[in-house]
């Protein structure tokens, strides 16, 4: 997608870290900005940040894991600029813990924001981009959890190689149809993600709500907190989606370990082949 000047973006998860890093980024080659997020204050603050540096922007309090929210924001982004050329479907938690130790109200709210958040995305915007025709651009946040098991983020990573495998079969349902597709896999960024749990009561519309174990959440939180800058991913994704990347990775430092894991799985062929030719 060359063009971007003129051009809409949507960004789930736009009030804060990654997603307004996108957004920025996005503003600053001339496009409009639909920030969408379920924090209204920090949404409202990005989206009047970014229409002061003269760019067309707006927010609209989107909780993802309700598809009818989703429809609405569509509704109001193609209302609004009659087309939308970018789709970010960038809105994610994290919550710490162990397959054993995982709540079933922990599985339904991660699952629920990072994939399911996708998935209502693609079916709200999807539709409307097919038949709006011309070049547009999707992109799907991962992480390299989506890629590499995270110890102790039995559920993240879940999630994540699940938003791994639909973006991979969607950018070849979509290219014969004008619509790239990248898989965004970001790894420590200093964003607020460790304190998700904030909006966890506001996403699953319930009064009470799990919080994290304060260890493994500060453990999280110091991660993220000497990780990327969060404008640098977002310029990274846009020059991403100029050149219609398959995979966008801000982190050549971590390839080694994307290699480890590809050789275990290649031994697994190697050991299958060992024992077919033994028979």
Known sequence: MEQLEGGT??????????????????????????????????GREAAATIAATGAHSLFVRTNVMDPDSVEALADLAFSEFGRVDLLC?????????????????????????NLDGVI??????????????????IVNTS????????????????????????????????APHGIGVSLLCPGPVNTNIGDSTRNRRGALDEDGGETADPEAQADVTAVTAG?????????????????????????????????ARMTRLLQGFDRAQEMLDSL
């Open 120 to 137: 209502h995305g693609l079916l709200a915007f999807l539709p409307r981009m097919l038949e709006q025709g011309g070049e547009s651009h």
């Open 9 to 42: 973006a949507v960004v789930t998860g736009g009030a804060s870290g990654i997603g307004l890093g996108i957004a920025r980024a996005a503003a600053g080659e001339g496009m409009h900005v639909v920030i969408a997020d379920i924090e209204e204050g920090p």
């Open 227 to 259: 990780g990327m800058d969060p404008d640098l991913v977002g310029r990274i994704v846009i020059a991403g989606v100029v050149a219609n990347d398959r995979y966008i990775i801000p982190h050549p430092e971590r390839r080694p370990d994307i290699e």
């Open 89 to 113: 479907n960038n809105a994610g938690v994290h919550h710490p813990g162990l397959v054993s130790e995982m709540s079933r109200q922990n599985w339904r709210w991660l699952l629920g924001v």
């Open 143 to 174: 992480s390299l959890a989506g890629l590499l098991p995270l110890r102790g983020g039995a559920g993240y990573t879940t999630s994540k190689f699940a938003v791994t495998g639909l973006t991979e079969v969607l950018r070849g349902e979509l």
